[in-house]
C-alpha cells in the first residue's frame, strides 16, 4: 500500500514537472489562475501568482517567441540556411547464403 502511494506521488510531480516546461504559458497562466481561487498553503500560493503574473521567457513582455517587435537576435544563435545534397545510393543485392533443403526420400 505504502508503495502504491509512493508511486502515485511520484508519477504526479513528473506530470507536473512536464507540464510545466511543455505547456504555453497561456495555458499555464489560466490554469494558475484556476487554482488560485482554491484554498492553498502560502509556498503554493506564492509560485502560482508567480505562474499567473509571468511574461515571456525574454523579458520582452510578450506570450511568446517570434511575434515581439522587439525581439534581439544574439549574435551566433541565428540559424544559418545550408543546403545539403541527398545521394541515394542504390540497395546492394545480397545473395541468399542459406542451403536449399534436400528432400528426405
Do not use: N, W
Amino acid at each position: 500500500m505504502l508503495q502504491s502511494l509512493l508511486v502515485v506521488c511520484l508519477v504526479s510531480a513528473c506530470f507536473v514537472y512536464a507540464a510545466s516546461q511543455l505547456l504555453p504559458l497561456a495555458v499555464l497562466q489560466a490554469m494558475a489562475r484556476t487554482l488560485l481561487r482554491l484554498p492553498l498553503p502560502v509556498f503554493l500560493e506564492h509560485a502560482l501568482e508567480k505562474i499567473a503574473q509571468a511574461k515571456g521567457g525574454c523579458g520582452s513582455g510578450c506570450d511568446g517567441c517570434g511575434r515581439s517587435p522587439t525581439r534581439q537576435v544574439l549574435p551566433g544563435t541565428a540559424k544559418k540556411s545550408v543546403e545539403r545534397v541527398l545521394v541515394f545510393h542504390p540497395a546492394l543485392r545480397r545473395t541468399p547464403t542459406a542451403q536449399p533443403l534436400k528432400q528426405v526420400p
